[in-house]
Nanobody
Framework: VQLQASGGGTVQAGGSLGLSCTVS????????VGWFRQAPGKEREFVAG????????EYADSVKGRFTISRVKYGNTVSLRMNSLQPEDTAVYSC????????????????????WGQGTQVTVSS
């Protein structure tokens, strides 16, 4: 099982970035995917998640209305579009996958996820 995160980088406040998470080695249609982030000195926190069938999404309050998570059917990829980025969004972002038989389930806790990809740095300058 592999989750490959890509994207990220450095952007000025108010700018946009996109992240992608490609899932391999699993049945993509039975994998819920979440994005988490961890800033220096802080605990890892939930950012956004999408159900296995793509029909349900969840967002942290801090990113609601600015970030959009979506599934790309072909290529087994989940994208996270981040708009209106602020310095407090600076963190290492990681994607995670959860095997699930519940098509509309979205997990918000790290312990519920089975697989993790490597992190990618997002830096927002003021």
């Amino acid at each position: 099982v592999q989750l490959q995160a890509s994207g990220g980088g450095t952007v000025q406040a108010g700018g946009s970035l996109g992240l992608s998470c490609t899932v391999s080695g699993r049945t993509f249609s039975r994998t819920a995917v979440g994005w988490f982030r961890q800033a220096p000195g802080k605990e890892r926190e939930f950012v956004a998640g999408i159900s296995a069938n793509g029909g349900r999404t969840e967002y942290a309050d801090s990113v609601k209305g600015r970030f959009t998570i979506s599934r790309v059917k072909y290529g087994n990829t989940v994208s996270l579009r981040m708009n209106s980025l602020q310095p407090e969004d600076t963190a290492v972002y990681s994607c995670a996958g959860e095997d699930t038989v519940v098509p509309v389930h979205v997990a918000r806790s790290t312990v519920q996820y089975d697989y993790w990809g490597q992190g990618t740095q997002v830096t927002v300058s003021s």
